[in-house]
């Protein structure tokens, strides 16, 4: 089972950027896909993007162009990286590792614990 660890958010005024980090240790990581996932209170969890052991990214269509995902399987780590952000960005922010799935939330098998990030106007 892969132990996941979520760090880098914070507050940011709109159009702001922020990297979040998601650092995994207790398995094989190359192995695992690998997501980042938001919740704003009163919603669903939401997948934004994630990649594929195999390094093939996926992306949720409203975020490609703000939004990129990075891998280094050297350093076990997934990093999202989020541009010219939006107040309606403001959410806690999970990375889920799973062997099969990746951008369902439902079925995805190892969470971190979130950080929050804020984006003001």
């Known amino acids: 089972q892969v132990l996941l660890r979520e760090s880098g958010g914070g507050s940011v005024q709109t159009g702001g950027s922020l990297r979040l980090s998601c650092a995994a240790s207790?398995?094989?990581?190359?192995?695992?896909?690998i997501g980042w996932f938001r919740e704003a209170p009163g919603k669903q969890r939401e997948f934004v993007a994630g990649?594929?052991?195999?390094?093939?990214?996926v992306f949720n269509d409203v975020l490609r162009g703000r939004f990129n995902i990075y891998r280094d399987n050297s350093k076990n780590m997934v990093i999202l990286q989020m541009n010219n952000l939006l107040t309606e960005d403001t959410a806690v922010y999970f990375c889920?590792?799973?062997?099969?799935?990746?951008?369902?939330?439902?079925?995805?098998?190892?969470w971190g614990q979130g950080t929050q990030v804020t984006v003001s106007s």
């Open positions: 889920g590792g799973d062997d099969r799935f990746l951008d369902d939330p439902a079925f995805m098998g190892a």
């Open positions: 207790g398995t094989t990581f190359r192995n695992y896909n």
């Open positions: 990649v594929w052991s195999a390094g093939t990214k």
